[in-house]
């Protein structure tokens, strides 16, 4: 995810603080990582030194000073451009839970036990999912991103599920290689 794009897309919205900005991160994209202060600080240096954003100005408030970053020309067509591209597939999909599997075949261990632990973790993690979407004050960003991971889990579960299936034949095919 761009730290970057993402914040010149809340920029668009009007000028911003930073502290504002990473508020409204943390709100828009509740299943992210929060954003640091300092990663939106110098992120927004790099913006300003890449004629993306401008300062507006500064404030006190009765407080420390606080500086006003707007989004430039330069900066709404360069989010416009990143928002509008495809982003490509992942020519190749790593994750841990076959990283794991594999090895637990490779090892000799117990592939089925794990995938079935696994299991019962993504589907405790479906629930507090659904019920944090369906929350009568769920925001829309919290249902966007819950239905994302939700989608994601269950592509998993499938997969959990194929190889679950094929266990039996991958565990002899391994050991035919490994003798061979």
Known sequence: MSTRHILLGLLAGGPSHGYDLKRRHDDHFPQARPLA???VYTT??????????????????G??????????????REVGDWSGQVTAPAPF??????AKVVVAILTG?????????????????????????????A????VLAADYALHHL?????WM???????TSLTALTAEVDRA
Do not use: C, W
């Not at 117990?110 to 944090?132: C, G, I, N, S």
């Not at 925001?139 to 919290?142: F, G, W």
């Not at 599920?161 to 266990?167: E, G, K, M, S």
């Open 161 to 167: 599920t194929t190889t679950q299936d094929r266990l």
């Open 44 to 61: 927004l240096q790099r913006l300003v030194r890449d004629g993306l954003a401008e300062v507006a100005g500064t404030d006190a408030d």
């Open 154 to 158: 269950d592509a998993d579960l499938r």
């Open 63 to 76: 407080g420390p000073e606080r500086t006003l970053y707007r989004l430039t020309a330069a900066g709404s």
């Open 139 to 142: 925001s829309l960003a919290t």
């Open 109 to 137: 261990g117990d592939p089925a036990a794990h995938l079935r632990a696994q299991r019962a973790a993504h589907l405790a993690r479906m629930r507090e999912l659904t019920a944090l979407k369906t929350a009568p004050d």
């Open 93 to 98: 999909v790593t994750n841990e839970i076959f």
């Open 37 to 39: 202060y300092g990663q």
